[in-house]
């Protein structure tokens, strides 16, 4: 039996939480928050349908209820198909946070596992993540592995 279960929308709260602890332990301590109700209101809308193409898999925080320890969120993403990838799915995990205190006990490595599942029921086979360092080895251990490909990001201004 797995650790992991799938997040509900009453889990929103905790995964923004988590999202912040994984956050500050790369970029550094932030105290901007004021992303966190908008987060929080995306992940309760985007929890409650059925058939969506957004999951986020939870261990909960042991004798703490309505807590969490650990999570793995990831979407499908659709494009076109082409060599390798015939049906244009693809998927991407993002936001895989254990809380400090309880690393090293497998939670991590259970939300995405739980979520591999949920790529495999969809049919989705290609999925992408950028790994920390610190995550990097665990990421390995379940075969995904460096990509040649490129990366670069425009951040669009949305005032004219």
């Known amino acids: 039996m797995s650790l992991a279960r799938p997040a509900v929308p009453a889990d929103a ?11 500050d332990s790369y970029r550094g301590p932030d105290p901007d928050i004021g992303w966190q109700p908008g987060a929080a209101r995306t992940l309760r809308e985007r929890l409650a349908g059925p058939g969506g193409d957004l999951m986020a898999c939870v261990v909960d925080r042991p004798g703490r209820p309505g807590a ?18 015939p049906t244009g799915t693809s998927g991407h995990v993002f936001n895989v946070a254990t809380d400090p205190d309880l690393r090293r006990r497998g939670y991590s490595r259970a939300c995405v596992e739980a979520l591999l599942d949920w790529y495999r029921t969809r049919g989705v086979r290609k999925i992408d993540l950028h790994a920390s360092r610190e995550g990097e080895p665990l990421y390995a251990s379940l075969g995904f592995v460096r990509t040649p490909d490129p990366s670069m990001r425009l951040t669009l201004s949305l005032t004219s």
């Open 13 to 23: 709260a905790e995964l923004v939480r988590l999202r912040k602890v994984m956050l």
């Open 68 to 85: 969490l320890a650990a999570c793995a969120v990831g979407t499908i993403e659709y494009r076109l198909g082409g060599p390798g990838n």
